[in-house]
């Protein structure tokens, strides 16, 4: 048990004094690049979905 106490006052030891948090600015300005990439990959991902699709119903119509 005395491990497990002592890996809990490391771990918390370094949380509060070994750790380099962010500032807000630049959490948010990297939310944003998150956010704005997903949605563009998301656009093409669903073009080429909906370019295939429309292909496959084109040939299996036509054939």
Do not use: C, P
Not at 7 to 14: H, T
Not at 16 to 34: D, G, M
């Amino acid at each position: 048990m005395s491990k497990f106490t002592n890996y809990i006052m490391e771990s918390w030891d370094e949380v509060r004094n070994k750790v380099t948090w962010s500032k807000y600015s630049e959490l948010q300005s990297s939310a944003i690049l998150v956010l704005v990439a997903s949605t563009i990959f998301a656009l093409i991902i669903g073009a080429i979905d909906w370019v295939f699709n429309e292909a496959l119903t084109w040939f299996y119509s036509e054939f």
